[in-house]
């Protein structure tokens, strides 16, 4: 917890640096831009102007999200930050369309303006600081994790070009070039757009629930399985909840007739070392494994035989006799959420299948991993 504090310490302290920057940044480009009448510049101005607010959210979010967890969100507070991109984005993406629409309006009034020479010294320091600014937080957002952070590094990418293009604009008018300034300010509109869009669309995808990244669920697997005593696992879920706050679940296999109380141990062994290794609060569900049950064995083994093939990258597990009456073949299959298969139709075909090796009924669930 005091690793966490300390990251969201950190990134209060860069918000604020970053608010103070683009708030001084704003100020000199909007004097030059309504002295000069250029639309670029004006635009850049409003542009460092939210980032000044983008600061402010960013301030909150991490003030938010190093709350500790309570009553009503017993997970903590760190989501805060995927909200805080969206704000973001959303102010990303209103700059954009009021710089398009001015740019427009320009073009079609065919208004145009000549930049004055004291322009260049203030949008050139400008670029200086907000490409150090960007390099500042890309920095910051990569030591933290930081969704806030990246979204604020991405969007000085874009005032950076914003930036740029409003110099070129007041580079080509001292050429008596017209509308250059207007068709710039298009430009930059619409990738500055384009950008909002891409923060939008990750941050919004995390808030929903996007899946952890492949090569943590493949190192925690392989975490598990070197372990004394684990046979094998299967439904490994991790569920992010924030930037440092991760659970997840898993079915762990063991011999059966192992000591309850060993493996049980075995278990707890296993979360604390995934916790303190990797971040992630597991919890570990036993399966046991009858080794000795050479029946069980040998249907698994048939069973697997008949249906290998129905599904792409198809996985069987739990699989377990219930004897009475009428055997019972109970077992779970696993296919990948890129399956077109219908788990239904899959199920069916299983079943149909797993009633030709004898007189079974197969206990068949179908879902995906």
Do not use: W
């Not at 619409?190 to 808030?207: N, T, W």
Request: contains cysteine.
């Amino acid at each position: 917890m005091k690793k966490e504090t300390g990251q969201f310490h950190r990134g209060i302290l860069v918000s604020l640096a970053g608010l103070c920057c683009n708030a001084l940044l704003a100020g000199a480009k909007l004097c030059a831009g309504f002295l000069s009448g250029l639309v670029s510049v004006v635009a850049d101005g409003f542009n460092n102007l939210s980032d000044c607010g983008s600061c402010l959210i960013s301030l909150v979010s991490f003030r938010i999200a190093e709350k500790p967890a309570d009553e009503k969100h017993p997970f903590g507070h760190q989501r805060a930050e995927y909200i805080a991109a969206l704000l973001i984005a959303f102010l990303v993406l209103a700059l954009s369309l009021a710089l398009l629409r001015e740019s427009i309006s320009r073009i079609a009034l065919k208004s145009e303006a000549v930049a004055e020479l004291y322009l260049f010294p203030v949008l050139g320091v400008s670029l200086f600081v907000k490409a150090g600014m960007g390099g500042f937080y890309a920095y910051h957002a990569k030591k933290m994790k930081s969704e806030a952070l990246r979204a604020a590094a991405i969007d000085s990418a874009c005032d950076c070009l914003s930036t740029g293009a409003a110099l070129l604009g007041a580079l080509l008018s001292r050429f008596s070039l017209p509308y250059a300034d207007a068709i710039i300010g298009l430009l930059v509109a619409l990738f500055i757009l384009y950008q909002g869009g891409k923060i939008l669309a990750d941050a919004s995808s995390k808030l929903l629930g996007q899946a952890p990244d492949r090569e943590l669920v493949s190192e925690i697997k392989a975490r598990i399985l070197q372990e004394d005593g684990v046979l094998g696992l299967h439904d490994l879920k991790i569920y992010p909840l924030g930037a440092y706050k991760k659970v997840g679940t898993v079915h762990i296999e063991c011999d059966a007739k192992e000591d309850a109380l060993v493996s049980h141990e075995r278990l707890d062994k296993i979360e604390r070392a995934v916790k303190e290794e990797f971040g992630v609060e597991l919890t570990a569900h036993l399966d046991p494994v009858a080794l000795d049950d050479e029946e069980k064995s040998e249907l698994e083994q048939r069973v697997r035989a008949a249906v290998e093939g129905m599904a792409d990258d198809m996985d069987i597990h739990d699989f377990r006799i219930v004897r009475g009456a009428r055997v019972k073949l109970v077992f779970e299959v696993g296919i990948p959420f890129s399956s077109k298969l219908d788990e239904g139709e899959l199920k069916s075909d299983i079943c149909r299948v797993v009633k030709v090796l004898g007189d079974f009924e197969p206990v068949v669930t179908v879902e995906r991993e």
